[in-house]
């Protein structure tokens, strides 16, 4: 493929990713260009996957259609990755991969974690939903690390906690919106504790109080995340630090709108994400306490 196809290819990433991870967008607006379109990259094959097993009907129509899909979907990559790619995109993201050096063995993972969209609809215990976290989170952090260029290899874990806060903040937002894939990624054993049932719709006291208990616990992902962020160069720490910056703040705004996570979607509004950037390139990313 042409450099000029892979040019498009990353293009059409980084047209995802600010259409529909404007969080990210903002973040990576503070990398060099070189790392960039790499972080577009990795957003974007997660955003295709997504798009894939939370269409209309995946899960709650022709599943057996769904499956197809994505089995097509992960051998168009498997061709990109072995020199092959069907698509500028996809040659993007496999240039990505080699030239970052990302494990392709985060890729089972991913992959493994779109499958279970399409056949788990909800988790037992918050061990349970880590497993499917695994995957579709912590793995995320790992693609993204080669490409921030940690300074020591105690990055890891910070950067797997900082994939797990985020996806655990879009459970928590999207609550009503997983409803209508029937989908729960709240752990039922934490629901049953307080009487809370999503399925109700209602922001009742119980509701209330397992919300934030799960807002406590996704504030303790960002705080482990953000220990990490003084072990990346600066660019890459004014990006992290940045994005877990706005993407934290997103619990603030679910907690002024009382818990209701059904009427509408929590979101920090795009002047606060401006200020915040450019706060991040004037003085730098807050640093862990």
Known sequence: MSGTDLDAGYAECARLTRAYGTTYYWGTALLPAPQRRHVYAVYALCRLADDIVDADGATTGDVAATTSVLARFRAGFDAAIAGDPPDAVLAAIAHTVHEAGIDTECFDRFFGAMEMDLSVTDYATWEDLCGYMEGSAAVIGEMMLPILEPLTAQAFEPARALGLAFQLTNFLRD??????????????????RFGADPWRRTVDQPWREAMAFEIGRNRELYALARTGVPMLPPASARCVGTALDLYSQILDRIEARGYD???GRARVPTWRKAVTTAGALLLGPRRAA
Not at 178 to 190: E, M, S
């Open 175 to 192: 609550v009503g919106e997983d409803l209508g894939r029937g989908r729960v990624y709240l752990p039922t054993d934490d629901l049953a």
């Open 261 to 263: 996570v059904f009427s």
